[in-house]
């Protein structure tokens, strides 16, 4: 973690999306320990008040899979950040044929959509003070596919190819649009597929980190969220204007097989 020497971000603005909770609450806490004043933005107006009491920034409450709830935040107009970190998102595992075309849909609008929405609102005020940073929690299925993910694997997909473009729009402009793809993190969202996972697959809850989860990694372990935050607080820091339109792995070796 961050020591009390390292406020390098002081006088930045960080908003988090998702940051009430999993790996939006890890990076919130990295961000603010930098010296950045953080915004959380969840659609758990409690759970967002008390991350942000937790970091001593202030919180915003909203569905990001409603894009007009998205573009009723004010972005740009009341509410600014030098930073945004993407990072709210939900899963659902179900074979195509049975998958619900609605939640496929709620799933890209948050975890693409929203991305999109919440950069397209803040980057002119990064263009105009000459310096941003966009940061995608993306994930190793952004890069490689797991059956059953067709919601999640195509959105992450996405969300690469939105990254990359973002960084060739804002070159020359002082902002990085980067993203950062663990395996499965130590989360509520990984804890919460498990029972999902075990009934699609065949087999018990126990066996589910061992055979489905880890079953790819040379690193069998979960991934931490402190780990993730401390890579995006990484891609925040100084030292980084070149590093743009990159992803950056962190599965524990499942894509290097």
Request: charged content about 20%.
């Amino acid at each position: 973690m961050t020591g009390p020497g390292q406020r390098q971000l002081t006088g930045r603005t960080a908003l988090v999306s998702g940051g009430a909770s999993g790996i939006g609450r890890a990076v919130a806490g990295v961000l603010a320990a930098r010296g950045a004043r953080v915004v959380v933005l969840d659609v758990d107006e409690a759970a967002a008040r008390r991350a942000a009491e937790e970091v001593g920034g202030d919180y915003l409450v909203a569905d990001l899979s409603d894009g007009a709830a998205v573009d009723g935040l004010g972005l740009g107009q009341t509410v600014h950040a030098d930073i945004l970190v993407n990072s709210a998102g939900v899963q659902h595992v179900a074979p195509i044929e049975e998958f619900d075309p609605d939640r496929f849909g709620l799933i890209v609008r948050l975890m693409l959509e929203a991305p999109f929405r919440l950069t397209r609102g803040l980057l002119p005020g990064m263009y105009e003070r000459g310096w941003g940073r966009v940061v995608h929690v993306s994930s190793v299925h952004g890069h490689r596919a797991s059956p059953y993910k067709s919601a999640y694997v195509a959105a992450k997909h996405g969300l690469e190819g939105l990254s990359k473009v973002i960084a060739l729009e804002a070159a020359g402009k002082g902002v990085t649009s980067n993203t950062v793809c663990p395996g499965y993190v130590r989360t509520p969202l990984v804890e919460g597929q498990i029972s999902d996972q075990a009934r699609t697959h065949g087999v018990g809850e126990d066996e589910v980190l061992d055979e489905v989860l880890l079953a790819r990694t040379a690193v069998k372990r979960l991934v931490e969220p402190s780990e993730v935050a401390d890579l995006v607080g990484f891609l925040c820091g100084p030292g980084t204007d070149s590093i743009t339109g990159s992803s950056f792995l962190m599965d524990g070796g499942w894509s290097a097989a």
